[in-house]
């Protein structure tokens, strides 16, 4: 059974830093890339940033080139989102879930946890 627990959300100000992080059960990890999305009210879950399985590729979307830093640990098992120059924009559910190895940007199963909540005030 696929296991995703995502922590590390909280409130910050415009401009400044978070890092997200995901703990995922080790089969699922450890035979997957993984992503993160979002999900703010009113809106669809988008793409954020995904990572191949070794850690060699990644990908994100063009709202948060340059700002976001996406990197897993495959020894700890966990997959991290360093969230730089936050924006009002980027407030959002964020979750992680495994992704497909050709674009990283598509969630392979219809299935995600709690989420964590970011709050960006301007």
């Known amino acids: 059974q696929v296991q995703l627990v995502e922590s590390g959300g909280g409130l910050v100000q415009a401009g400044g830093s978070l890092r997200l992080s995901c703990a995922a059960s080790?089969?699922?990890?450890?035979?997957?890339?993984m992503g993160w999305f979002r999900q703010a009210p009113g809106n669809e879950r988008e793409f954020v940033a995904g990572?191949?399985?070794?850690?060699?590729?990644?990908n994100y979307a063009d709202s948060v080139k340059g700002r976001f830093t996406i990197s897993r640990d495959n020894a700890e098992s966990t997959v991290c989102l360093q969230m730089n120059n936050l924006e009002p924009e980027d407030t959002a559910v964020y979750y992680c879930?495994?992704?497909?190895?050709?674009?990283?940007?598509?969630?392979?199963?219809?299935?995600w946890g709690q989420g964590t909540q970011v709050t960006v005030s301007s």
């Open positions: 879930t495994p992704v497909d190895d050709y674009t990283l940007a598509f969630a392979l199963y219809d299935y």
């Open positions: 080790g089969r699922t990890f450890s035979n997957n890339a």
């Open positions: 990572i191949s399985r070794s850690g060699s590729f990644t």
